[in-house]
């Protein structure tokens, strides 16, 4: 198969981290060869954090030229139109319906853009919504978001479920293991 690439963007604290040890852990489990690249910004200050996902046959490199994802996973809206130049005109962008404002914004020097979704939607073709928060809500966690965006990954990639149930199976505490399952399952659902 050829390489495919996943470009993750988010704000620190999201559990971008987390969804990419599951979905590397997953794909590997799969039989791919995975490269993966984590950039952490101010992550715990809610800075802009970036993972670079590379899979196939034989990878070389985990990074990811502009234009070369097949799919953006923004779990941020503007995280999403600061990363959008690496999706290929073909990809495939997956958006949670999330506003989480810059300090830049907090402060008061820039305005947070209040049409971000129906921009992105006019310019990629292949665009799906996510309300995340609101189902991570409804499974018992709001940080279950990750999940949720990984499950919606999964199903337009075409993953094993299975696989991806028993990564979360062996990486998330066991009090939270049924609480994430749920959010991936509901992911998964909305993926298809």
Excluded at 26 to 33: E, K, T, W
Excluded at 41 to 52: E, F, K, L, N
Excluded at 171 to 188: C, D, H, M, S, T
């Amino acid at each position: 198969m050829s390489v495919k690439s996943i470009f993750i963007s988010g704000v620190g604290g999201q559990g971008t981290i987390l969804a990419g040890k599951v979905i590397t852990t997953a794909l590997v489990n799969q039989g791919y060869d995975v490269k993966m690249s984590e950039v952490h910004g101010m992550a715990q200050r809610g800075g802009s954090v970036i993972t670079q996902i590379r899979y196939g046959d034989r990878v070389y490199s985990p990074l990811i030229e502009k234009g070369g994802a097949d799919v953006l996973l923004a779990f941020e809206k503007l995280e999403a139109v600061r990363y959008i130049e690496y999706l290929s005109s073909e990809g495939t962008l997956i958006v949670n319906d999330l506003e989480m404002p810059p300090a830049s914004v907090l402060t008061g020097k820039e305005e947070y853009p209040p049409d971000i979704v129906p921009r992105l939607k006019s310019e990629i073709k292949n665009t799906i919504v996510v309300d995340a928060v609101s189902i991570a809500r409804e499974c018992g966690e709001v940080r279950a978001q990750n999940m949720v965006l990984v499950g919606v990954l999964a199903r337009v990639m075409d993953w094993s479920k299975q696989s991806f149930i028993k990564v979360i199976k062996d990486v998330v505490p066991a009090r939270y293991v049924q609480l994430n399952i749920n959010a991936f399952e509901r992911g998964w659902e909305l993926g298809g």
